[in-house]
Every structure is written in structure tokens, then in C-alpha cells.
């Protein structure tokens, strides 16, 4: 399963960007719409990080601490894409965003729990 993301880019601290990542073919889309889905980043130097995930349903979200209250996941499997609102950005927050298909339907912030990943958008917050 291919993946692409996109939305990324420069921003001022306190701006904001939207996220989004859809399958990049039709036969991956029943994939990506049965089940859970996330978004993870990673800084230079630093291990990618579990940012925030979805359930397959869109009931069920969890976000890491840092990014409560500014980051918002959701997903529209009508339109096979998941999408990140990410708010109040700061400078902490630069890092390449990378969108993630669950091996399961639920809601997981485990990386081994994922199975196919999108190439990644930069996001870059100048303070």
C-alpha cells in the first residue's frame, strides 16, 4: 500500500497547517478505510515519534501529550484520506510527518503496530 502526504510546509509559531494522506492508488483504499490510521513525525537526530491516531470508525483518537488541545486527527473514508489540523504550531513541532496504516482496526500508538507508511512531509515552525 502506497500512501502520499502532503500539506506540509513553513509556518510562523502560533500558525497553522493541515495534513492530509490518501492511498495513492483505488486498490488501496479498502485498506486504508477497515483500518486504524495515524500520523507519526520525526526530527533530525531524533526517533519518529507517535504523534496522534485514529480507529477505523472515527470514534476512537489518541494524541500524544505535547500536541492535546492543538492537533486534531480525523479521517473521511469516503474519501480514503486522513487528515492532521495542527494548530498553535510551535518550534518543537518541526519535523518530517509521516502517515501510517494500522494492522488492525483500532486506535494504537505503538509503531510496530503499523504496517505501511506514506514518504513523509516536511513541516517546519520558525519561532
Known amino acids: 500500500v502506497q500512501l502520499q502526504a502532503s500539506g506540509g510546509g513553513l509556518v510562523q509559531a502560533g500558525g497553522s497547517l493541515t495534513l492530509s494522506c490518501a492511498a495513492s492508488?483505488?486498490?488501496?483504499?479498502?485498506?486504508?478505510?477497515?483500518?486504524?490510521l495515524g500520523w507519526f513525525r520525526q526530527a533530525p537526530g531524533k526517533e519518529r515519534e507517535f504523534v496522534a491516531g485514529?480507529?477505523?470508525?472515527?470514534?476512537?483518537?489518541e494524541y500524544i501529550e505535547s500536541v492535546k488541545g492543538r492537533f486534531t486527527i480525523s479521517r473521511d473514508n469516503a474519501k480514503n484520506t486522513l487528515y492532521l489540523q495542527m494548530t498553535s504550531l510551535k518550534p518543537e513541532d518541526t519535523a518530517v510527518y509521516f502517515c501510517?496504516?494500522?494492522?488492525?482496526?483500532?486506535?494504537?500508538?505503538?509503531?510496530?503496530?503499523?504496517?505501511?507508511w506514506g514518504q513523509g512531509t516536511q513541516v517546519t515552525v520558525s519561532s
Open positions: 492508488r483505488p486498490a488501496y483504499r479498502l485498506t486504508i478505510s477497515n483500518n486504524g
Open positions: 501510517a496504516v494500522a494492522r488492525s482496526s483500532g486506535v494504537t500508538s505503538r509503531r510496530e503496530d503499523y504496517q505501511y
Open positions: 485514529i480507529a477505523w470508525r472515527g470514534g476512537s483518537t
